[in-house]
């Protein structure tokens, strides 16, 4: 059974740092192109960042921000524990969100992938940040 489990989420200070994790189950993030997307109360669900699926060659997967992170969150993959991370620096109070991952199969990107492209999605985690 395909499963993604979102973890890493809490309540930090206007300058703090998180690290959400996204737990793969099922199926092998390798070869998925993984997003984070978030959500505020009130507002529509936005991309973040996304990494490429592994195009089988030894060069790093290309990663993507939204602008509006770009700079202070950092995604990464780890094979070993089949789990993308996004480490998020520098946090904002507009950072406040419902975060998400997604996955699609096989998808190999230059860009963030849009939100109605991805199969399989994760329950979500609370990102709160304030003082």
């Known amino acids: 059974q395909f499963q993604l489990v979102e973890s890493g989420g809490g309540l930090v200070q206007p300058g703090g740092s998180l690290r959400l994790s996204c737990a793969a189950s099922g199926f092998t993030l390798d070869y998925y192109a993984i997003g984070w997307f978030r959500q505020a109360p009130g507002n529509e669900r936005e991309g973040v960042s996304c990494i490429s699926s592994s195009d089988g060659s030894t060069s790093p997967a290309g990663t993507y921000y939204a602008d509006s992170v770009k700079g202070r969150f950092t995604i990464s993959r780890d094979s070993a524990k089949n789990t993308v991370y996004l480490q998020m620096n520098s946090l904002k109070p507009e950072d406040t969100a419902v975060y998400y991952c997604?996955?699609?199969?096989?998808?190999?990107?230059?860009?963030?992938?849009?939100?109605?492209?991805?199969?399989?999605w994760g329950q979500g985690t609370q990102v709160t940040v304030s003082s």
């Open positions: 997604a996955a699609v199969p096989g998808v190999v990107t230059t860009g963030l992938i849009p939100e109605n492209e991805y199969d399989y």
